[in-house]
């Protein structure tokens, strides 16, 4: 029997790209709600206790709200929020990131999908720590460029409607309290000791991102070049399909953040010298960063190929 699957916040800019990456699909059976429904407690709660596995593409409390309303112990969840990526039963959806993980959300009830900003920083910080080239106290800092779809149906109007303020036509810098939502995330799963000092910067296009950190060699454990950086990064990644290093040398030095933009995979660039080493992951913050990863996600949980029906460059 094909399985059951609902998207609650289909609607919303996540959940129409999860659904364009299964509408096609003949392998699931996919659960559409009433449009005049898809806000009603009730109704929702049929289709999230009728589904074999369901996502959550919704702010916060309503992901919350969401798994409260789940009575039926076969529904296994797949969160896009950021309400439980570092909860208690909840597993980090990103199964490139460390060993086990894909087996754990292969098994997993629960499933927290990474953060766009927090994709980009793990897929470079995890391996790193994880190697022991980066120590676990070192003060690392990042910066990540992003689209602006990626923040949601509410951003996107402000930069397509009419009367768009000026500044939007220039990127920004935001989160200049340096407390952004994905830091505990960030710390988490990389195994740091400080979350990173972090600067996400949003401009005027609509996905992609560049995602970088920047280290002092001498700094590392071992004292590595940029190049041993990017070999050892092109080893923890061999085996995968979703992420992968480019090749040392490949660079022409400009890196643009939309390369990855209507792809699934996500790419990591390492540029430098013997002194110091620029790391960059791109992707798209709606692939690899959101639906992508998503999608990854579910075909893992029901044992299928990972790479279903999802668009690698
Ligand atoms: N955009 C991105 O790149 C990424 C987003 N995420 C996360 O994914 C989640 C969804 O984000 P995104 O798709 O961008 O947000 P959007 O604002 O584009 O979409 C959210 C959707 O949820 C609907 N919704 C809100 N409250 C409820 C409710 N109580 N019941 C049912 N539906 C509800 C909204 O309805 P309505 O259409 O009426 O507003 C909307 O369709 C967020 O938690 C976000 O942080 C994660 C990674 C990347
Ligand atoms: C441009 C913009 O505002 N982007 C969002 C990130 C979107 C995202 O990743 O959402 P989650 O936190 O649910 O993962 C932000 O930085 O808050």
């Known amino acids: 029997m094909k399985p059951n699957v609902y998207i609650d916040g289909k609607e919303g800019t996540t959940g129409l790209q999860i659904y364009d990456r299964l509408s096609g699909r003949g392998d699931i059976n996919l659960l559409l709600i009433d449009d005049d429904k898809r806000k009603d407690l009730t109704e929702r709660k049929k289709y999230l206790n009728g589904a074999d596995i369901v996502f959550l593409c919704l702010p916060d409390a309503a ?17 896009a929020s950021t309400a439980h990526r570092t909860a208690a039963g909840w597993v980090y959806g ?12 292969k098994y997993a009830k629960r499933v927290a999908n990474p953060g766009c900003h927090a994709t980009g920083f793990l897929s470079i910080a995890a391996p790193l720590v994880a190697m022991d080239i980066l120590p676990a106290d070192y003060p690392v800092t990042c910066f990540s460029l992003t689209g602006y779809s990626g923040g949601g149906k509410k951003m996107i109007a402000e930069y397509e409607g009419d009367n768009k303020a000026e500044e939007l036509y220039s990127p920004r810098i935001y989160g200049t309290n340096l407390n ?5 995330e960030m710390q988490a799963l990389s195994g740091l000791k400080y979350p990173p000092v972090f600067s996400p910067i949003v401009d005027d296009y609509y996905k992609g991102m560049a995602t970088g950190i920047q280290l002092h060699n001498a700094l590392l454990k071992g004292k590595p070049t940029a190049q041993d950086i990017c070999e050892l990064l092109a080893r ?3 085996d995968q399909t979703m992420v992968r290093v480019a090749p040392w040398g490949s660079e022409t030095g400009m890196l643009a953040a939309n390369t990855f933009s209507g792809y699934d995979n996500l790419e990591i660039s390492v540029t430098g010298n013997g002194d110091q080493t620029l790391i960059v992951s791109r992707f798209d913050n709606l692939g690899k960063g959101a639906s992508g990863a998503a999608v990854q996600n579910m075909n893992l949980m ?3 190929d990972e790479t279903t029906g999802l668009a690698v460059k």
């Not at 992901?63 to 969160?79: C, H, M, S, W, Y």
């Open 180 to 184: 952004h939502k994905h830091l505990l």
């Open 94 to 105: 990103f199964p490139e990131l460390l060993a086990g993980q894909r087996q754990r959300i």
């Open 63 to 79: 992901a919350v709200e969401a798994v409260g309303l789940i009575d039926n112990p076969k529904t296994r969840v797949i969160d």
């Open 302 to 304: 029901l044992g299928l």
């Open 236 to 238: 923890y990644y061999e």
